[in-house]
């Protein structure tokens, strides 16, 4: 079943990295009596998602924050220690965009976003997508044609939805 707005968030644990090492993440925990924008990538270091989604939400951070937004928050079937290297790649770290790895889509696949391209090596990983969440309930959501597509789900896009 593909998530549709005006459905609640299915319950998942991702994982962080914190000052310990990783850390698991409740996604319903963090939408909990918030206001949250999650975004989704096919893959860490990609192209469309290194030189086109992320920087998208780094333009457009302080204007989500001015909007109500509590969180930004990027998911990819990746593992932790890849999401932590690439929020400090991107800039999205520093300019305070939550970094969460699906490490075994889990997440991906219960909201039905699951994809498999094997001619590229992408197994198991997330459509490109974004979603604005109140308080556990997915009130808009945006989802890519294609993996190499970032229009629909960009920071502008979905700024405009607010």
Known sequence: M????????????????GAEGPEP??????AKGRKVVIFA???????T????HVPSFI??????????????ICISVNDPFV????????GAAEAGITMLADAQSAFTTAIGMNFDAPPVGLMARSRRYAMVVDDGTVSV?????GPGVCEVSAGEAILETL
């Open 25 to 30: 993440v409740s996604i319903t925990e963090k």
């Open 141 to 145: 959501l945006q989802v890519e044609e």
């Open 41 to 47: 990538v096919p893959g860490a270091f990609t192209p």
């Open 49 to 52: 998602c290194h030189a086109a």
């Open 2 to 17: 593909t998530i549709n707005t005006g459905d609640t968030l299915p319950e998942a644990t991702l994982v962080q990295m």
């Open 83 to 90: 999401m932590k290297a690439w929020g400090e790649a991107t």
């Open 59 to 72: 333009r457009t951070k302080a204007q989500f924050d001015a909007k109500g937004v509590d969180e930004i």
